[in-house]
């Protein structure tokens, strides 16, 4: 079957600008929250990807009137009806989870398919459960791919996560809204896109308070109104951006980033040796011939994110020795490895740990895993010497925002080709 691919000559020396887009894993929820509004709702600074268009024609098969105009979505969800939602749209992207604690908080009913997403190992939805349970939902998955979720009535609880989830803590947060009295999620996720939907479900009338650190409280409303939301900047594209042009870039800046929800990749590229200089809203990103080789462990936020242990690996092959890489989110998200080692890599990966030594990269023909396994075969691509197919590419545009005209303007010489899979 014939199929996009993404085609880079290696070597080229990147400048100029980039704008970061609004963030894929706050909009990916604050889409699906909108549907509990009794209003219109418009949501500003949406990224152009095509998980935002998966969860917009969600919203449509419930009846809700919708309209997308570049990165702003109108939504009006008058007449929304409560439907069975089709499995193989909730299938193509893991954010659809939040259809559920979105539909249940506005129905107290939802039956939907199972979640799908980037193959990064197990990634279950237990804790997302528990919180639903304790809010009072009956549970039932037993026809194998569809979950039922029902409640009489929701009523707050005090819910301690067994395990710090951006997803069961923003899912919760839905759910509680529209419940009756008081719910507390302890060890909640601190992620900044958890902040970014309470503030949103705040500006429909919610009372959410704590997000951003381990206690969060939600006191439940009858209803929730319309409102216009402004999404904040995608730190992990404003990362995968950094570490590009610390990979090739002359002098690249990128815009529209908050510098502290990158703190922990600004550290690291700098511990490396990256040329770097922080701005209230920007940043300016030089490369260098040579690294230090530094040690890398993915934590919660705001610890190192495992969203950008892939992008920047292929900078640790231009370091003077070896480097670890830790990924203790997904401890099985290392599928980029083979990849890079059929790019003459020299990179290994072991229980959640890949060791990576200096190498030159030569351009081959590699596949996208998933979306930042596509990111890192973008950053190798751009490093390696002669030209990087990447086949599978609709992984990276569940994610990035054009990211192949946006390259080209900085002096890459990338292109889309159509071949034969
Ligand atoms: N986990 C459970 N049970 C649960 C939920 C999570 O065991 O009920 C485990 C997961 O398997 C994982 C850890 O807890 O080991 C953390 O998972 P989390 O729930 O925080 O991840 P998520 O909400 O499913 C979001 C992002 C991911 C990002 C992770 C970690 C969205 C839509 N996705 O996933 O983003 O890697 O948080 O920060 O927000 C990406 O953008 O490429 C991406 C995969």
């Not at 190192?304 to 900078?315: R, S």
Request: net charge negative.
């Amino acid at each position: 079957m014939a199929q996009e691919v993404i085609k880079i000559k290696g070597g080229r020396l990147l400048n100029g600008k980039v704008d970061i887009s609004g963030a894929k894993n706050s909009s990916v929820a604050i889409i699906p929250a909108s549907l509990m509004s009794t209003g219109p709702v418009t949501l500003e600074g949406l990224p152009k990807i095509s998980d935002v268009e998966t969860l917009v024609s969600l919203l449509e098969d419930l009846n809700i009137t919708t309209s997308l105009d570049g990165t702003t979505l109108s939504v009006d969800p008058t007449d929304i009806k409560n439907m069975v939602l089709p499995n193989h749209k909730v299938e193509s992207l893991r954010a659809s989870y939040y259809m559920m604690g979105a539909m249940l908080g506005r129905f107290k009913k939802c039956v939907i398919g199972l979640p799908g997403g980037c193959p990064l190992g197990p990634r279950p939805i237990d804790q997302h459960l528990k919180g639903f349970k304790a809010l009072g939902a009956k549970v039932d998955e037993t026809d194998g791919h569809t979950m039922k979720l029902e409640a009489d009535k929701l009523i707050g609880a005090n819910i301690y996560l067994d395990i710090v989830s951006v997803g069961a803590t923003i899912n919760i947060m839905l759910a509680a809204s529209l419940a009756e009295g008081q719910t507390m999620i302890e060890n909640a996720a601190k992620e900044p896109e958890v902040v970014d939907v309470a503030n949103f479900l705040n500006s429909m009338g919610a009372k959410v308070s704590g997000a951003g650190t381990s206690s969060i409280k939600i006191t439940g409303v009858e209803r929730l109104h319309g409102s216009r939301h402004a999404i904040i900047p995608d730190r992990i594209e404003a990362g995968t951006y950094m570490c590009i042009a610390a990979a090739s870039g002359e002098r690249v800046v990128i815009n529209n980033i908050i510098p502290k929800h990158v703190e922990p990749l600004t550290v690291k590229l700098k511990e490396l040796g990256v040329g770097i200089e922080v701005g209230d809203d920007y940043m300016i990103v030089k490369s260098r011939n040579q690294y230090n080789s530094v040690d890398i462990k993915t934590l919660v936020y705001p610890g190192f994110a495992t969203d950008l242990q892939q992008p920047i690996t292929p900078l640790l092959f231009l370091a003077d020795g070896p480097s670890f890489v830790t990924d203790t989110i997904y401890p099985e998200r290392f599928k980029h490895v083979k990849e890079l080692q059929n790019m003459n890599a020299s990179i290994d990966s072991d229980r959640g740990t890949a060791t990576i030594k200096p190498s030159t990269l030569k351009g081959a023909d590699v596949y996208a895993s998933d979306l930042r396994a596509g990111a890192c075969l973008i950053v190798a691509g751009l490093i390696a010497d002669g030209v990087t197919t990447i086949f599978n590419v609709r992984h990276i545009y569940r994610g990035y925002t054009d990211i192949v005209q946006t390259l080209k303007q900085l002096g890459a010489e990338i292109w889309t080709e159509t071949m034969d899979a």
